[in-house]
Nanobody
Framework: QVQLVESGGGLVQAGGSLRLSCAAS????????MGWFRQAPGKEREFVAA????????YYADSVKGRFAISRDNAKNTVYLQMNSLKPEDTAVYYC????????????????WGQGTQVTVSS
């Protein structure tokens, strides 16, 4: 298992940018596919982005495609989510998650989760 800690959330105006970071501790970070999910008040947790172990492939929710970019630095045990052209509907708590070996887009397929970081986009 890996332990995950997110950072980088905050308040930003619509059209602005934020970069979230997720630092992992524990063994074999490079053996985990990584994902980002978000949960807005009163809504289900939803998939945002995911990346394979080697960063060779990425997947995005349609709602963020072209605006968000997931990346990872295996030497630093860190995964990032660059968020550009933010919209008020992007307001949510953002979670990073780790899944052993294979990539997935369903939250129930991830076994390790961070505590979340709040992103608020004002109009």
């Amino acid at each position: 298992q890996v332990q995950l800690v997110e950072s980088g959330g905050g308040l930003v105006q619509a059209g602005g940018s934020l970069r979230l970071s997720c630092a992992a501790s524990g063994r074999a970070f490079s053996s985990y596919a990584m994902g980002w999910f978000r949960q807005a008040p009163g809504k289900e947790r939803e998939f945002v982005a995911a990346m394979t172990r080697s960063a060779g492939s990425t997947y995005y929710a349609d709602s963020v495609k072209g605006r968000f970019a997931i990346s990872r630095d295996n030497a630093k045990n860190t995964v990032y989510l660059q968020m550009n052209s933010l919209k008020p509907e992007d307001t949510a708590v953002y979670y990073c998650a780790a899944r052993w070996f294979t990539i997935a887009t369903m939250s129930q397929d991830y076994g390790s989760w961070g505590q979340g970081t709040q992103v608020t986009v004002s109009s």
